[in-house]
């Protein structure tokens, strides 16, 4: 059982593609492993939605939650 807190990390998006990769893998590279990372797009129209799908694919520990409307 790990005794270390758990640390819940939000990231919002809205329209965010050319940040997206680089944000979500500046938490995934935290030296503190008990993390979990929740996605939340608000209905992106600039493909962010497809970062984040292939971000998911690659690492296990995101959730992800896909808006259908701003």
């Known amino acids: 059982m ?3 807190p758990l640390v819940s990390v939000v990231c ?3 329209n965010h593609k ?3 990769r680089e944000a979500i893998l500046s938490v995934i590279a935290q030296t503190y492993k ?5 996605v ?3 209905f992106s ?5 497809d970062v ?9 520990a995101l959730q992800v ?5 701003n």
Do not use: M, R, W
């Open 2 to 4: 790990n005794k270390e």
């Open 12 to 14: 919002l998006c809205y």
């Open 18 to 20: 050319p940040f997206l």
């Open 34 to 38: 008990n993390i979990e990372i929740i």
């Open 40 to 42: 939340v797009d608000d």
């Open 45 to 49: 129209t600039d493909g962010s939605a």
């Open 52 to 60: 984040i799908s292939h971000l998911a694919a690659e690492y296990s």
């Open 65 to 69: 939650l896909f808006l259908d409307q």
